[in-house]
């Protein structure tokens, strides 16, 4: 897996031109899809640095959605608040898309992928 060309893919799904501190998002991807792969030898398809941005375009998506719940007092009382743009469920929606690009490379029953809305998708259900 060719890491320049994950962090370029990374940089095109976010939006972000500067994804340096975000490493720590890109290693910890690399590491989840080369778990999900059936065999090492695919880590070289082209296909699974798409999927591999994918994976980490998401997990930036969930820390973004964790930073986008505001908590705000009135009369003593605290309310959360939630701003939710969509990011997520298009973040899920992408990982999913590139899986299914992948499937003839990835194990088919060894990982589950929670999604945005706290459901399980089995790599078969992809």
Known sequence: MNFEAVKALFALFTGLEDTEKYLPILNFAVR?????????????????????????NYRFAQIESARGYTQSTYAGNISAVKKDSGALKYAC?????YMTVCRSLLKTSDFVFISSDTQAYDAEEV
Do not use: G, Q
């Open 93 to 97: 929606d992408l990982v999913k898309d």
């Open 32 to 56: 989840e899809t080369t778990d999900m792969l059936a065999s090492p030898k695919y880590a070289s398809d082209s296909r699974i640095e798409f999927l591999c941005a994918s994976v980490a």
